[in-house]
């Protein structure tokens, strides 16, 4: 049996952002967490993939408890077994910290034979952590991807750059990240595995369970430091019309007309 | 023929940035990258080097701009298996030749295949990587680098601890810029013994159907957001797009919306535009955005909310319902 794992993450509900003052890093105890919008087509591709062929998907998220609820949304959406990975040691992280985390984790559940995440979070924007732990793992990594087919004994992997689609031929174990743009539909969660998974509880991982090196952890861990945070400043510049909408529209075609946009 | 180096006798200590190559020609973003750092690497006294990885010397389409490019040094590794873009051997390539250079610094476009390769070579490495920079400068001999954070109208200035620096540089940010004096060419070759295989087989390849939007180059862009309400609105912008000749634009959340494809988005992670005129509607211009159309010509700003960051910035703000002042304005132009 094939077994996969999905990595998903908890991001902040956008406008709960809470930034901490002293590390600049985000404050994610205090804010509410929603899955990664981009970690769902992840997701669909481990239940499309469950469906086909014979395998085991396995969801894992490195976070504070609070992505619990995020874990088990992934497991009423078809995964077969939840981790969390949490540790007060992985605060502030970054994507070299947090790929060293998963592969640790990851490495644990050998033999696996793919790892989906999603391209980006929508936080930090980075899309970093899907080759950077392929590479910490020395295995081969493939981004944007679209879909994936198994032939024989081998991977058929769709990805997607500037210039077009390839498709490649690749032998398992591989991570992929999954294009944001891959599917259509994207199945919504079981009622039954809501109800069933309202009893069940994820598998906790730490540090020590992981047997990881404290000083590649959390911020003192991460090669790339924020040593400023400032706020745009924003300069008045122009002049701010109020007034019924058909004056505006008269306002907003006399400048298209000066700058030639429009001529009549 | 230019000069041949061995791998082993690379001058070190330099800024290397990637030069992406597709079907021999050298993406454009890999020569806009070469403007910062050029700065960059005059103030702390180093060498810029443009490093290549290409199939065969013949088939480079645009190497006349190669040799106008601010690089002082362009290196060429050539072996057939370099052909297409195999995220496992490109890693392998660029890491070999990081072991034996000891860069300063290693920067990479922000496409999608400098998004895959510089990930895995920061990891291979364990060194940081940035990612979505779009200012650099040098402080206290260090490069710091600037990039916007999620949500709110923040930028974070970061360092890297580790060697060499490793950043993405966003796309469209930096005018290309040519230099005086043409660019040092060498062909690094690699020990005997070096293996060119890939774990990754390219089978087959299906060049992209779509036409790329114009909108990084256009003259005018009409952008919405959220403030449009819904798709069926958001569309009516690119009915007034055809009337003024325009591209469409849109902001993050109404792209995570599906309201328009990603291609379309303007900011941090997507284009960056610098059109004469800019048109936001319904937009209330977080930073995500801002940073990818504030150096437009004329901005103007339709929006309910007097206090919104667009407001402000626009060369032009009309407070009202940006739903209805499109809908008039469509009106208006189609008498």
Redesign the interface.
């Known amino acids: 049996m094939e077994k996969i794992i999905v990595c998903i993450k908890g991001v ?1 509900k ?2 709960s ?1 809470k ?1 901490d003052p002293e590390t ?1 890093t ?1 404050k994610r105890e205090s804010m509410e967490l929603i899955l990664n ?1 981009n970690d769902r087509p992840a997701l669909e591709l481990s239940a499309r993939l469950k469906e086909t062929y014979d395998a085991e998907v396995i969801v894992i998220s490195m976070g504070p408890p609070n992505v619990v609820p995020l874990l088990k949304y992934a497991y009423a959406s078809g995964a077969d077994q939840m981790i969390l990975l949490s540790d007060r040691a992985f605060a502030g992280s ?3 910290a947090t ?1 060293y985390v998963l592969a640790k984790a990851i490495k644990k559940l050998s033999p696996f034979s793919l790892v989906l995440m999603g391209l ?1 979070s ?15 793992l020395g295995i ?5 991807v679209k879909n994936i087919l198994k032939e024989k004994n081998k991977w ?1 992997v769709i990805r ?12 398992a174990p ?1 991570i992929v990240s999954v294009s ?2 891959a599917f259509d539909y994207i199945r919504p969660p079981s009622l039954k595995r809501l109800i069933e998974v309202k009893n069940k509880e994820p598998l906790i991982w730490t540090a020590s369970d992981l047997n990881l090196d404290p000083q590649k952890l959390g911020l003192s861990g ?11 400043k ?10 019924e ?2 004056e ?6 006399e ?2 007309k000066e ?1 030639t ?2 001529k009549h | 023929m230019f000069e041949k180096i061995k791998l082993e006798n690379l001058p070190k200590e330099n800024i290397l940035t990637f030069g992406e190559f597709y079907k021999g020609k050298l993406h454009n973003s890999s020569l806009e990258i070469l403007s910062p750092l050029k700065n960059i690497a005059k103030s702390l006294n180093k060498k810029l080097i443009l490093v290549c990885l290409i199939d065969s010397f013949k088939n480079i389409k645009n190497l006349k701009e190669i040799k106008k490019s601010l690089a002082d040094e362009v290196w060429f590794v050539i072996n057939s298996e370099l052909k297409d873009f195999k995220d496992d051997l490109y890693t392998e390539v660029l890491t070999q030749i990081i072991k034996s250079s000891q860069p300063y610094g290693f920067f990479f476009p922000a496409t999608k295949i400098g998004m895959s390769l510089a990930p895995r070579i920061a990891g291979a490495l364990k060194v940081g990587l940035c990612a979505h920079v779009n200012y650099l400068e040098v402080k206290d001999n260090q490069i710091v680098m600037s990039r916007p954070t999620y949500g709110e109208n923040i930028i974070a200035k970061l360092v890297s601890k580790s060697s060499p620096v490793m950043a993405t540089i966003s796309l469209g940010v930096f005018n290309i810029k040519y230099g005086k004096e043409e660019p040092l060419m060498k062909e690094i070759i690699f020990p005997e013994n070096f293996s060119w295989s890939s774990k990754l087989k390219i089978r087959n390849f299906i060049p992209s159907k779509k036409k790329p939007t114009k909108l990084s180059t256009a003259k005018i862009v009409v952008s919405g957001g959220r403030g449009l309400k819904n798709k069926e609105t958001f569309q009516k912008l690119f009915e007034l797009a055809e009337i003024l000749g325009a591209e469409v634009g849109a902001t993050r959340p109404v792209c995570y919306e599906g309201w328009v494809e990603e291609e379309r988005m303007i900011g941090v992670s997507g284009v960056t535009v610098k059109p004469k005129v800019y048109i936001g509607f319904g937009i209330s211009g977080a930073l995500q955005h801002t940073v990818g159309m504030e150096n437009s010509e004329f901005i103007v700003a339709i929006n309910i909310d007097k206090e919104a960051p667009l407001v402000k910035m626009a060369n032009l703000a009309l407070i009202g319902d940006a739903r209805k002042i499109l809908e008039l304005l469509l009106k208006r132009l189609k008498s």
């Open positions: 902040p956008p406008g952002i930034v600049h985000l919008p970054d994507t070299l790929s980006k929508i936080d930090g924007e980075t899309a970093q952590v899907p080759p950077e732990t392929a590479a910490l081969p990594s493939l981004t944007n058929i997607e750059n500037e210039y077009g689609e390839e498709e490649v031929e690749v032998e591989l944001p743009v991460s090669p790339t430091q924020v040593v400023e945070v400032y706020e745009r924003i300069e008045m510049k122009g002049n701010i019309l109020e007034g909408p058909q505006l529209v008269e306002k907003l075609i400048v298209l700058k946009l429009i």
